[in-house]
């Protein structure tokens, strides 16, 4: 079931990828995505200013369900990994954040998207980036590597965020923290609930409910875990942030 679960996923977006190099927008929201609200998804949630330093592929590639990049507080120097890059427009916000001497890395398992995000960045003149082929739930990066983890509308994908979870808190460096912005279902919606407002590859039969996105931090490792609501995307589904941080005293 896991591997159906992510050949659909590896399918939609690899086609959203295909239409952006082809000259069209990518999809996610809307009747073929899942949420009910295609306004709660895309470029338009990031401001003028940020959409200003990108080439129009890499907004037009665009299917996160927030902007990670208000939580994640990037700091000059830092290295940052950002789980499911899709066409590279938060590695892209994030290499300028974390300036020369920081890195920004982008992991995707779909070829057509690291391809766009290899050309989005040299488009921007980005030196301090890199795309990685792989899968969240086998982060291809030694332990202790990054110090901060964002992911835009990724995580409720996988099929196993155990998994994700746990390599999450592997590759963070002890105190590296979490900025994520994903579709969270309110505890009231059983995983049936959810199923029947959409699919998997469009973001919703996966969603974690807040009870269960905390319980898996928890179980990973995290503390400081904070899980906010910002935007409906459905009857009770959210676009949410999420923080958490790895604690210093970790191996």
Not at 39 to 66: E, H, I
Not at 80 to 90: N, P, Q, R
Not at 123 to 140: C, K
Not at 158 to 180: H, M, Q, T, W, Y
Request: include cysteine.
């Amino acid at each position: 079931m896991s591997g159906d679960i992510r050949e659909d996923v590896r399918a939609r977006y690899a086609a959203a990828a295909t239409a952006v190099a082809q000259g069209t927008t990518a999809c996610c929201g809307g009747s073929e995505c899942g949420p009910d609200d295609g306004d709660s998804f895309g470029a338009t949630l990031y401001p003028v200013t940020d959409r200003a330093l990108l080439p129009q592929a890499a907004l037009d590639a665009s299917l996160g369900c927030g902007n990670p990049l208000l939580v994640a507080d990037l700091r000059t120097g830092e290295t940052v990994l950002d789980l499911g890059s899709g066409g590279g427009i938060d590695v892209l916000l994030s290499a300028r954040r974390v300036g020369p001497t920081g890195r920004a890395y982008g992991l995707d398992m779909t070829d057509e998207m690291l391809d766009l995000a290899r050309r989005n960045a040299a488009e921007a003149g980005a030196g301090n980036v890199e795309f990685l082929r792989g899968h969240i739930e086998d982060i291809p990066l030694p332990g202790a590597s990054v110090d901060v983890v964002i992911s835009n509308c990724v995580i409720n994908l996988s099929a196993d965020k155990p998994a994700v979870f746990a390599e999450i808190f592997r590759v963070l460096r002890p105190g590296g923290r979490i900025g994520v912005s994903d579709v969270v279902a309110e505890d009231r919606l059983t995983p049936a609930d959810r199923a029947a407002r959409g699919d998997w590859a469009g973001c919703v039969a996966g969603a974690l409910s807040r009870a269960e996105y905390v319980d898996g931090l928890l179980s990973a490792g995290f503390t400081d875990i904070d899980v906010e609501f910002t935007t409906s995307v459905a009857d009770g589904l959210h676009s949410a942030i999420i923080r958490a941080v790895k604690p210093a005293q970790a191996g």
